[in-house]
């Protein structure tokens, strides 16, 4: 069995992870990132999914690790973490986030 430590890690990063895919689905965050009026709707789709599974990936790594009342607090407190994180992200370093969806067009710039 897999250490906590490298099972909440993981937990987290699938946080940022899907709270970036879950910004990036939305026009304004698109535009602050790649410079685009907004992502087509598959890519919207695509991301959101991403997001969503992601967040969820995250909330089974948190079982996983703890028992469930422990587990549901702490994937509490790292969605708020990666929530704050993207959203600095975004006001501060835009781009930063172009990474996370790679094939885009404007991605390699």
């Known amino acids: ?34 410079g685009e009026a907004a992502p087509k709707a598959a890519t919207a789709r695509n991301l959101r999914v991403a997001g969503a599974l992601a967040l969820a990936l995250s909330l089974g790594l948190c079982l996983r690790a703890d028992h469930p009342s422990m587990a549901a607090l702490v994937w509490l407190m790292l969605l708020a973490g990666a929530a704050a994180t993207i959203a600095a992200t975004l006001s501060w370093r835009p781009r930063w986030l172009r990474p996370l969806w790679p094939g885009s067009p404007g991605a390699a710039g």
């Open 1 to 34: 069995m897999a250490e906590p430590v490298v099972l909440l890690s993981a937990a987290a990063v699938n946080a940022v992870l899907g709270f970036g895919w879950l910004a990036l689905a939305m026009d304004t965050h698109w535009e602050q990132v790649y």
